[in-house]
Protein backbone atom coordinates (compact mmCIF):
# COMPACT_ATOMS: atom_id res chain seq x y z
CA UNK A 1 0.00 0.00 0.00
CA UNK A 2 1.36 3.38 -0.57
CA UNK A 3 2.68 4.88 2.43
CA UNK A 4 0.51 8.36 2.50
CA UNK A 5 -2.48 6.02 2.18
CA UNK A 6 -1.17 3.58 5.26
CA UNK A 7 -0.91 6.30 7.46
CA UNK A 8 -4.02 8.08 6.98
CA UNK A 9 -5.50 4.71 7.33
CA UNK A 10 -3.88 4.04 10.57
CA UNK A 11 -4.43 7.58 11.81
CA UNK A 12 -8.30 6.80 11.08
CA UNK A 13 -8.09 3.80 12.77
CA UNK A 14 -7.32 5.38 16.10
CA UNK A 15 -9.60 8.38 15.15
CA UNK A 16 -12.76 5.75 15.20
CA UNK A 17 -11.55 4.51 18.66
CA UNK A 18 -11.38 8.27 20.35
CA UNK A 19 -14.40 9.03 18.35
CA UNK A 20 -16.25 5.84 18.51
CA UNK A 21 -18.45 6.59 15.41
CA UNK A 22 -20.47 3.54 14.11
CA UNK A 23 -19.83 5.36 10.46
CA UNK A 24 -23.47 3.74 9.31
CA UNK A 25 -25.32 6.94 8.90
CA UNK A 26 -28.73 6.01 6.93
CA UNK A 27 -29.80 8.13 3.44
CA UNK A 28 -32.59 9.65 5.96
CA UNK A 29 -29.65 10.93 7.93
CA UNK A 30 -27.72 11.93 4.87
CA UNK A 31 -31.02 13.49 3.97
CA UNK A 32 -31.31 15.84 7.21
CA UNK A 33 -27.17 16.14 7.93
CA UNK A 34 -26.92 17.44 3.91
CA UNK A 35 -29.22 19.76 5.00
CA UNK A 36 -31.16 17.84 1.84
CA UNK A 37 -34.36 18.29 4.30
CA UNK A 38 -34.30 20.70 6.82
CA UNK A 39 -36.66 19.72 9.07
CA UNK A 40 -36.50 22.95 11.74
CA UNK A 41 -35.83 25.77 9.06
CA UNK A 42 -38.04 25.41 6.00
CA UNK A 43 -36.30 27.39 3.15
CA UNK A 44 -37.43 27.60 -0.27
CA UNK A 45 -33.82 26.85 -1.64
CA UNK A 46 -34.02 23.47 -0.04
CA UNK A 47 -34.26 20.15 -1.58
CA UNK A 48 -37.31 18.88 0.92
CA UNK A 49 -37.93 15.97 -0.72
CA UNK A 50 -34.78 14.32 1.10
CA UNK A 51 -31.76 12.68 -0.72
CA UNK A 52 -33.58 9.51 -1.63
CA UNK A 53 -35.85 12.00 -3.87
CA UNK A 54 -33.26 13.91 -5.40
CA UNK A 55 -31.92 10.23 -6.83
CA UNK A 56 -35.07 9.79 -8.34
CA UNK A 57 -35.36 12.77 -9.94
CA UNK A 58 -32.09 12.39 -11.82
CA UNK A 59 -33.20 8.44 -12.53
CA UNK A 60 -36.25 9.73 -14.03
CA UNK A 61 -34.43 12.47 -16.29
CA UNK A 62 -31.71 10.05 -17.52
CA UNK A 63 -31.15 6.33 -18.59
CA UNK A 64 -28.39 5.86 -15.37
CA UNK A 65 -26.81 8.07 -12.43
CA UNK A 66 -23.66 7.73 -10.84
CA UNK A 67 -24.18 8.87 -6.87
CA UNK A 68 -20.70 9.12 -5.62
CA UNK A 69 -20.21 9.06 -1.42
CA UNK A 70 -16.83 11.00 -0.24
CA UNK A 71 -16.03 9.12 3.23
CA UNK A 72 -18.80 6.74 2.68
CA UNK A 73 -18.35 4.72 6.35
CA UNK A 74 -19.83 1.68 6.29
CA UNK A 75 -21.77 2.47 3.34
CA UNK A 76 -25.47 1.73 4.48
CA UNK A 77 -26.87 5.19 2.62
CA UNK A 78 -25.37 4.05 -0.82
CA UNK A 79 -27.38 0.51 -0.78
CA UNK A 80 -30.54 2.72 0.30
CA UNK A 81 -30.15 4.26 -3.01
CA UNK A 82 -30.55 1.26 -4.91
CA UNK A 83 -33.13 0.05 -2.84
CA UNK A 84 -35.23 2.84 -3.04
CA UNK A 85 -35.14 2.69 -6.51
CA UNK A 86 -36.34 -0.91 -6.26
CA UNK A 87 -39.09 -0.18 -4.22
CA UNK A 88 -40.64 2.71 -6.27
CA UNK A 89 -40.33 0.10 -9.61
CA UNK A 90 -37.02 1.03 -11.33
CA UNK A 91 -34.20 -1.38 -12.13
CA UNK A 92 -31.52 -0.19 -9.01
CA UNK A 93 -28.69 -1.28 -11.56
CA UNK A 94 -29.57 2.13 -13.28
CA UNK A 95 -28.42 4.22 -10.76
CA UNK A 96 -24.32 3.51 -9.92
CA UNK A 97 -22.89 3.77 -6.73
CA UNK A 98 -19.49 4.06 -5.83
CA UNK A 99 -18.41 4.21 -2.06
CA UNK A 100 -15.02 6.33 -1.34
CA UNK A 101 -13.19 5.79 2.10
CA UNK A 102 -9.96 5.03 3.39
CA UNK A 103 -11.57 2.82 6.37
CA UNK A 104 -12.34 -0.60 4.62
CA UNK A 105 -16.31 -1.32 5.31
CA UNK A 106 -17.00 -3.62 8.33
CA UNK A 107 -20.05 -5.77 7.76
CA UNK A 108 -20.58 -7.06 10.96
CA UNK A 109 -21.18 -3.06 12.13
CA UNK A 110 -23.17 -2.75 9.60
CA UNK A 111 -24.79 -6.33 10.79
CA UNK A 112 -24.96 -5.10 14.37
CA UNK A 113 -26.35 -1.61 13.48
CA UNK A 114 -29.51 -2.61 11.67
CA UNK A 115 -30.00 -5.70 14.08
CA UNK A 116 -33.54 -3.61 15.12
CA UNK A 117 -34.71 -2.65 11.42
CA UNK A 118 -37.06 -4.94 10.40
CA UNK A 119 -35.56 -8.06 9.31
CA UNK A 120 -36.94 -8.98 5.90
CA UNK A 121 -35.36 -5.20 4.76
CA UNK A 122 -32.07 -5.57 7.07
CA UNK A 123 -31.73 -9.00 5.30
CA UNK A 124 -32.60 -7.16 1.78
CA UNK A 125 -30.37 -4.52 2.09
CA UNK A 126 -26.89 -6.39 2.32
CA UNK A 127 -27.65 -8.65 -0.50
CA UNK A 128 -25.05 -8.15 -3.23
CA UNK A 129 -27.25 -6.12 -5.77
CA UNK A 130 -27.50 -3.08 -3.51
CA UNK A 131 -23.51 -3.08 -2.49
CA UNK A 132 -21.58 -0.13 -4.20
CA UNK A 133 -18.36 -0.36 -5.63
CA UNK A 134 -16.21 0.45 -2.98
CA UNK A 135 -12.49 2.14 -3.09
CA UNK A 136 -10.09 2.57 -0.62
CA UNK A 137 -8.23 6.04 -1.11
CA UNK A 138 -7.48 9.39 0.21
CA UNK A 139 -11.05 11.59 -0.60
CA UNK A 140 -8.54 14.22 -1.15
CA UNK A 141 -7.05 13.48 -4.39
CA UNK A 142 -9.37 10.57 -5.24
CA UNK A 143 -10.18 9.93 -8.98
CA UNK A 144 -13.90 8.68 -9.81
CA UNK A 145 -14.05 6.01 -11.68
CA UNK A 146 -16.51 7.65 -14.10
CA UNK A 147 -17.96 11.49 -13.92
CA UNK A 148 -21.44 11.52 -10.62
CA UNK A 149 -24.35 13.27 -11.24
CA UNK A 150 -24.55 13.41 -7.34
CA UNK A 151 -21.61 13.97 -4.74
CA UNK A 152 -22.27 13.30 -1.19
CA UNK A 153 -19.79 13.79 2.05
CA UNK A 154 -21.42 13.74 4.97
CA UNK A 155 -19.81 14.21 8.31
CA UNK A 156 -16.26 13.63 7.06
CA UNK A 157 -14.86 17.15 5.74
CA UNK A 158 -13.04 18.07 8.98
CA UNK A 159 -11.87 14.31 9.19
CA UNK A 160 -9.19 15.60 6.26
CA UNK A 161 -6.35 18.31 6.03
CA UNK A 162 -8.49 20.34 3.43
CA UNK A 163 -11.69 20.29 3.50
CA UNK A 164 -11.76 22.72 0.81
CA UNK A 165 -9.75 20.29 -1.43
CA UNK A 166 -12.33 17.72 -1.41
CA UNK A 167 -15.10 20.19 -2.61
CA UNK A 168 -13.01 21.38 -5.59
CA UNK A 169 -11.40 17.96 -6.76
CA UNK A 170 -14.99 16.74 -6.54
CA UNK A 171 -16.89 19.16 -8.28
CA UNK A 172 -13.93 19.48 -11.13
CA UNK A 173 -15.05 15.48 -12.10
CA UNK A 174 -18.74 15.86 -11.49
CA UNK A 175 -20.65 16.29 -14.69
CA UNK A 176 -22.40 19.30 -15.18
CA UNK A 177 -26.00 19.30 -13.98
CA UNK A 178 -24.29 17.51 -10.63
CA UNK A 179 -25.47 18.35 -7.58
CA UNK A 180 -23.26 18.42 -4.83
CA UNK A 181 -23.46 18.04 -0.83
CA UNK A 182 -21.81 18.41 1.99
CA UNK A 183 -22.11 18.97 5.76
CA UNK A 184 -20.18 20.57 8.63
CA UNK A 185 -19.51 18.00 11.10
CA UNK A 186 -21.09 14.91 12.70
CA UNK A 187 -22.52 15.24 16.23
CA UNK A 188 -19.75 14.65 18.15
CA UNK A 189 -17.43 17.15 16.75
CA UNK A 190 -20.61 19.67 16.84
CA UNK A 191 -19.81 19.40 20.65
CA UNK A 192 -16.35 20.39 20.47
CA UNK A 193 -16.80 23.27 17.77
CA UNK A 194 -14.67 25.88 17.91
CA UNK A 195 -16.19 28.09 15.50
CA UNK A 196 -13.47 27.22 12.93
CA UNK A 197 -15.93 24.97 11.52
CA UNK A 198 -18.11 27.43 10.45
CA UNK A 199 -15.44 29.82 9.15
CA UNK A 200 -14.69 27.03 6.83
CA UNK A 201 -18.06 26.68 5.30
CA UNK A 202 -18.22 31.07 5.23
CA UNK A 203 -14.36 30.59 3.59
CA UNK A 204 -15.82 28.30 0.73
CA UNK A 205 -19.19 30.51 0.53
CA UNK A 206 -17.02 33.67 -0.13
CA UNK A 207 -14.80 31.62 -3.03
CA UNK A 208 -18.42 30.66 -4.61
CA UNK A 209 -18.85 34.56 -5.03
CA UNK A 210 -16.29 34.68 -7.05
CA UNK A 211 -17.06 31.57 -9.20
CA UNK A 212 -19.57 31.50 -11.70
CA UNK A 213 -20.37 27.89 -12.75
CA UNK A 214 -22.02 26.60 -9.33
CA UNK A 215 -25.87 27.38 -7.99
CA UNK A 216 -25.63 27.45 -4.27
CA UNK A 217 -29.42 25.67 -3.69
CA UNK A 218 -28.50 26.06 -0.10
CA UNK A 219 -25.60 27.04 2.65
CA UNK A 220 -25.56 26.97 6.22
CA UNK A 221 -22.70 28.15 7.58
CA UNK A 222 -23.33 25.82 10.71
CA UNK A 223 -25.01 23.18 8.69
CA UNK A 224 -24.03 22.89 5.34
CA UNK A 225 -23.90 23.43 1.61
CA UNK A 226 -25.52 22.12 -1.83
CA UNK A 227 -24.54 23.55 -4.95
CA UNK A 228 -25.41 22.75 -8.99
CA UNK A 229 -22.55 22.50 -11.22
CA UNK A 230 -23.72 24.47 -14.36
CA UNK A 231 -20.69 25.33 -15.79
CA UNK A 232 -17.44 23.62 -15.84
CA UNK A 233 -15.45 25.65 -14.30
CA UNK A 234 -11.42 26.72 -14.59
CA UNK A 235 -10.75 28.16 -10.64
CA UNK A 236 -10.83 25.49 -8.82
CA UNK A 237 -7.22 25.30 -7.51
CA UNK A 238 -7.99 26.49 -3.50
CA UNK A 239 -7.29 24.99 -0.75
CA UNK A 240 -6.12 25.10 2.65
CA UNK A 241 -3.29 24.49 4.67
CA UNK A 242 -3.18 22.60 7.77
CA UNK A 243 -1.25 24.38 10.49
CA UNK A 244 -2.32 22.82 13.25
CA UNK A 245 -4.27 19.37 14.71
CA UNK A 246 -5.20 18.06 17.86
CA UNK A 247 -6.83 14.80 18.73
CA UNK A 248 -9.42 15.15 21.57
CA UNK A 249 -11.96 12.57 22.53
CA UNK A 250 -14.55 14.07 20.52
CA UNK A 251 -11.93 13.97 17.42
CA UNK A 252 -9.76 16.43 15.64
CA UNK A 253 -9.65 19.83 16.07
CA UNK A 254 -7.91 21.67 12.76
CA UNK A 255 -6.09 24.88 12.29
CA UNK A 256 -5.63 25.78 8.74
CA UNK A 257 -4.92 29.06 7.07
CA UNK A 258 -5.35 30.14 2.86
CA UNK A 259 -3.19 27.86 0.56
C1 LIG B 1 -17.84 10.32 10.73
S1 LIG B 1 -17.41 9.09 9.52
C2 LIG B 1 -18.74 9.38 8.37
C3 LIG B 1 -19.05 8.16 7.52
C4 LIG B 1 -20.32 8.24 6.68
N1 LIG B 1 -20.29 9.38 5.76
C5 LIG B 1 -21.53 8.32 7.58
O1 LIG B 1 -22.10 9.41 7.72
O2 LIG B 1 -21.91 7.29 8.14
C6 LIG B 1 -15.97 9.79 8.75
C7 LIG B 1 -15.38 8.93 7.68
O3 LIG B 1 -14.35 9.65 6.99
C8 LIG B 1 -13.35 8.72 6.60
N2 LIG B 1 -12.16 9.52 6.24
C9 LIG B 1 -11.55 10.45 6.99
N3 LIG B 1 -10.54 11.02 6.31
C10 LIG B 1 -10.53 10.45 5.09
C11 LIG B 1 -9.73 10.64 3.93
N4 LIG B 1 -8.75 11.57 3.89
N5 LIG B 1 -9.99 9.90 2.85
C12 LIG B 1 -10.98 8.97 2.88
N6 LIG B 1 -11.79 8.76 3.94
C13 LIG B 1 -11.57 9.49 5.04
C14 LIG B 1 -13.23 7.81 7.81
O4 LIG B 1 -12.61 6.59 7.49
C15 LIG B 1 -14.71 7.65 8.19
O5 LIG B 1 -15.30 6.55 7.56
Request: charged letters at 25%; aromatic letters at 10%; one cysteine or more.
Amino acid sequence: MDPKLASLLDEQYRLQIVGRTNRSNTILEYSVDLCVVEISKPSQNVLQYGLSGLILDYVLANSDVVWADLASGNSIALRQGKLFLEEHGLDPSRLRTYGFDVLPVDIEVIQHHITHWPKEYAETLLQQKYSPELHQCDILTVEFPESPDIVTCSESLFWTDDPLKIFTNAAKQAKVGATICMNRQSKAFYKAHDGSHSRLFQELIRRFDGLPGFDVRYYDSHAGLIVTKIDNCPMLDFGLILVDKQMSREGYVHTYVDA
